[in-house]
């Protein structure tokens, strides 16, 4: 029986035959092939690798934000704000992860595939929110996940665990309040109970 799906050393050729040099890096790693374009490449990238004959990725099927701040204990010494998308193709059982990195780091800015693939919409919202990454050309870029006041990036290595401020019901004023954040840092050590007899021992 012959596999179904064309093998990854075949894909990456035929990937990088389509891009060309848009492609600034082809990798292939357990069988799964990355390709990384630049920020200035990236919309016409995922448009040859939706249209392709040999590629025809019709699905986008995840996208997310990165952040390099802390890659290889400090080692990476590129761009800090990055997305990774992961596009299959239905017709052709083959997929890629596509990268860019935003040029700037003070303001992380990438182009939306929104126009491209739908499903890119709320996770372009998500990489925004949790980021800071901002999608260019997205028709309704706004927060998703955390609160409307919500100030920072939560999923930024450089933001606090804890966070900046919490919000409880106040019973006197009778609605959500935020203040500073109340929470305490605690040691972090085993604590051994010994109980006399236990497990029936003396």
């Known amino acids: 029986m012959t ?28 069988g799964e092939v990355t390709v990384v374009v ?5 919309l016409e990238a995922s448009l ?6 040999g590629c025809r ?4 099927i995840d996208l997310c934000g990165l952040d390099y701040s802390d890659y290889k204990e400090g080692a990476w010494d590129g761009a800090r704000y990055g997305v990774a998308v992961h ?6 059982n083959q997929r890629v992860r596509l990268k860019v990195f935003a040029p700037d780091d003070e303001l992380p800015v990438v182009a939306s595939l929104n126009g491209i693939w739908s499903a890119a919409n709320w996770f372009e919202r ?6 800071g990454i901002v999608f260019e050309g997205h028709n309704d ?4 996940l955390t609160d409307y006041g919500f100030i920072g990036h939560p999923f930024r290595k450089d933001f606090p665990t804890s966070g900046h401020v919490e919000m409880r019901y106040d019973p006197e004023s009778k609605r959500v309040i935020y203040q500073p954040v109340t929470i305490e840092p605690r040691e972090i050590t085993p604590r051994i109970i010994r109980e006399d007899n236990y497990g029936g021992l003396q």
């Open 3 to 30: 596999a179904v799906a064309i093998h990854p050393e075949v894909l990456k050729e035929t990937i990088a035959a389509a891009l060309g040099d848009k492609a600034r890096r082809i990798g292939l790693k357990h």
């Open 38 to 42: 630049a920020a200035a490449d990236y």
């Open 48 to 53: 040859i690798l939706r249209d392709a004959p």
């Open 57 to 60: 990725f019709e699905q986008l």
């Open 87 to 92: 596009l299959l193709s239905v017709s052709l």
């Open 126 to 131: 998500e990489a925004f929110d949790l980021f």
């Open 141 to 144: 870029l706004r927060r998703i």
